[in-house]
């Protein structure tokens, strides 16, 4: 599932005390919401923040598992 | 570096606003890029739209100047502010305009008009 796998590299990338939610938007497996906390992303700008969301999905962007990616950050300071 | 890549990036550099997206602003064919738009015109922003679908080409050479994955994106003073969650989101916190005075100045919504400019031929209406 596309979604699991979204939510490994996340976690990965953001590991505790961060916090990631996937959500699979359309059911259909390509359209996806992700949320995601993290003190990586303390004194980053949005641009910077979303850019680190970007890096961990390369993989699925780019193979086209993510037809469309919203993003949320957020920071833990 | 070919004419296309040319044509991109001279939108960028040249244009105040500059917003890369799927369809036009007379015909938006995607959500996202509809959000983009959106938080961009109530800010009051000039705006110079490219549509990205007419050749894959556009989107591969945009993602190589600009480094980012996704579509819409939105430049600035020729600077990448992001796609359409940081430019909704930049929207409704108010950050978009200020960010819109501090780059092209406290006018910046006097005639703020809206272009489109084709990167495949030049044409801009």
């Known amino acids: 599932m596309a979604t699991e796998r979204l939510e490994t590299l996340l976690r990965d990338a953001f590991p505790d005390p961060g916090t990631v939610d996937v959500e699979d938007r359309t059911g259909g497996g390509d359209h996806f919401q992700v949320t995601v906390t993290s003190p990586r992303f303390d ?14 999905l ?7 598992t993510i037809h469309e990616l ?5 920071g833990t300071a | 570096m070919s004419e296309l890549q040319d044509r991109i990036k001279d939108v960028i550099e040249n244009e105040p606003v500059a917003i ?8 938006v064919m995607c959500g996202n890029s509809d ?12 705006v110079t739209a490219v549509d990205i679908l007419p050749d894959p080409a556009i989107r591969a050479e945009l993602q190589e100047l600009s480094g980012w994955p996704t579509i819409p994106q939105v430049f600035v003073k020729g600077q990448l ?5 940081i430019t909704e989101e930049l929207g409704e916190s108010g950050e978009l305009a200020t960010l819109l005075a501090e780059r092209l100045g406290e006018g910046y919504r006097d005639g703020a008009e809206e272009h489109v400019v084709d990167v495949l031929s030049g044409a801009r209406v």
């Open chain 1, 43 to 56: 004194g980053l700008s949005l641009l910077d923040q979303h850019r680190l969301v970007n890096e961990a």
């Open chain 1, 58 to 64: 390369a993989e699925p962007l780019r193979d086209g």
């Open chain 1, 70 to 74: 919203r993003i949320k950050t957020r």
């Open chain 2, 20 to 27: 890369f997206m799927k369809g036009t602003p007379q015909f």
């Open chain 2, 35 to 46: 959000r983009a738009l959106r938080a961009l015109r109530e800010a009051g922003a000039p």
């Open chain 2, 81 to 85: 502010v992001g796609g359409a969650d």
